[in-house]
Nanobody, 116 residues
């Protein structure tokens, strides 16, 4: 499975960005697509994930501000990020797995920078 993420960039605090990720290759009928991030100097952390059928898990840090969605016809996952804060700065990674938290594959990462 290959994952190609896009949509990162620089934005001021309070702004919005939308990340997209396309999965290709041997995609399982039931899978979990997700987004992790790595803030500067900190370990990677779960942002949000979504299973085939729409069940989601959202980090408490972004709940109410970020929305994860998927388009199974296109094998894509999206992360709509609103009310961005400086603490949201980091490299965002798209992930793919066949069960929760498996993260068998990772995308290349896309940088999100929020200025205060």
């Amino acid at each position: 499975v290959q994952l190609q993420a896009s949509g990162g960039g620089s934005v001021q605090s309070g702004g919005s960005l939308r990340l997209s990720c396309t999965a290709s290759g041997s995609i399982a009928r039931v899978n979990v697509l997700g987004w992790y991030r790595q803030p500067p100097g900190r370990p990677r952390e779960l942002v949000a994930s979504i299973r085939t059928g729409g069940t989601t898990e959202i980090s408490d840090d972004v709940k109410g501000r970020f929305t994860i969605s998927r388009d199974d016809a296109k094998n894509m996952v999206y992360l709509q990020m609103n009310s961005l804060m400086y603490s949201d700065t980091g490299v965002y990674y798209c992930t793919y797995g066949t069960r929760w938290y498996a993260n068998d594959y990772w995308g290349q990462g896309t940088q999100v920078t929020v200025s205060s």
